[in-house]
């Protein structure tokens, strides 16, 4: 049977004085220190069965955060592709899902805007060379004395004014994301602009699209993004760098890694949270944007923190305290200061024990009853 042992301390005042009366004794303390000293025994039996077990207070492990995101593109791996022009589609070699690299064929355009500046640059560059021979032409006439001076200068203005049409021809062609064709083909080849897969697709052979369409998604898939949404009172312990390791629903025995690549600036004032990106690596293609993902995302700690496990804490008189063993049965009651909860059940401990002190962990919920039964007078006392 388990008992409680109360130490009680006698204080006798006035020793080696004669002629001190009763009155003069000073009361015994009461058990003012009880709740420090207090004691559980357990005998060998109720050791047995009490099913005990035991830890000790140690370094916590980072904490983490648990949130839910949604995985996306990297932004500065995904291009939306379009023409600059009107034109016809007459040739898609590419379908949703292939494989491109950077500078492969997405679709051919037939495109009288183009082909009316590819002429344009054509007439441009035909009468730029006509001048640009006139001028040289005048310039050696000039040093022979053959012509005058002013013939020299009107043939160089053409000339100038030639190159300045070539040049304003060249760069309207650019616009067009077009380059000079000496054949002024009306032909227009849509690029892929970085190499990756082709992830949507809005092009029909015959159709007639615009500046404004958007034909293509190509998307390098190796490096993607998940958005997630932190509280604001949860950002001091969020750092970029930080890793997170990432589950999906596609997935649920396998982990990813990632880490925080940016922390949003802006709070939404609606829900409190702050945009905050992870970026992983991807080399498989198994994530999939849009896919639903689960992130535990590691928290700095600025300091280094101790704890034990929540199970071990107990509430006795309205003090947090954990049981001690002590050895031969014997469980002391000791107050703690406890700090916050934290990711795994444990509980920061700020005051009270020492590191790598022992506390019992499964079972203290069985001392602290047999605690409140002895207090109640329904056990012995030594």
């Known amino acids: 049977m388990m008992r409680i042992r109360s130490r009680l301390w006698l204080v006798i005042a006035g020793l080696g004085i004669t002629g001190c009366g009763a009155a003069d004794q000073p009361e015994p303390e009461g058990h003012g220190d009880e709740g420090s000293s207090d004691v559980v025994f357990l005998d060998a039996d109720q050791l047995a069965s009490a099913f005990l077990e035991f830890g000790t207070l140690q370094i916590l492990a980072p904490d983490t955060l648990r949130l839910t995101g949604i995985v996306t593109f990297d932004a500065a791996r995904v291009s939306h592709v379009g023409p600059r022009m009107q ?111 082709v992830a949507d697709k809005h092009a029909t052979i015959g159709e007639v699209v615009g500046s404004d369409a958007r034909l293509f998604t190509v998307a390098d898939l190796t490096q993607l993004w998940i958005l997630l949404d932190v509280y604001e009172t949860d950002l001091p312990r969020v750092d970029v760098g930080a890793p997170a390791i990432i589950r999906t629903e596609a ?108 506390v019992v962990t499964s079972g203290s919920f069985s001392l602290k009853s047999e605690l409140m039964k002895e207090s109640f007078g329904e056990g012995g006392h030594e």
């Open 87 to 197: 034109g016809r589609i007459g040739r898609v070699p590419v379908e949703i899902g292939s494989s491109v690299r950077a500078g492969d064929t997405l679709v051919v355009l037939d495109s009288p805007e183009l082909g009316a500046a590819q002429a344009a640059w054509f007439t441009a560059s035909i009468k730029q060379d006509v001048d640009r021979r006139n001028y040289e032409r005048a310039e050696r006439l000039y040093r022979d004395g053959i012509v005058s001076e002013r013939r020299r200068l009107e043939a160089e203005a053409e000339f100038r004014q030639a190159e300045g049409a070539l040049t304003a021809a060249a760069r309207a062609l650019a616009a067009l994301g077009a380059e000079p064709d000496s054949s002024a083909s009306s032909l227009f080849v849509l690029r892929a602009p970085l190499s990756g897969v």
């Open 251 to 358: 997935y649920p025995d396998r982990l990813f890694d990632g880490a925080v690549g940016y922390v949003g600036a802006i709070v939404d004032t609606t829900s409190r949270t702050v945009k905050v990106r992870v970026e992983l690596s991807n080399p498989d293609l198994a994530l999939k944007p849009g896919m639903f993902a689960r992130a535990n995302l590691v928290l700095h700690d600025r300091d280094e923190l101790v704890g034990i496990p929540e199970s071990a804490i107990q509430t006795v008189d309205g003090r947090t305290v954990v049981f001690v063993p002590e050895g031969d049965g014997q469980f002391r009651v000791t107050p703690v200061e406890a700090g916050p909860v934290r990711t795994g059940a444990w509980v920061e401990i700020l005051g009270g024990l020492d590191l790598g002190e022992t």
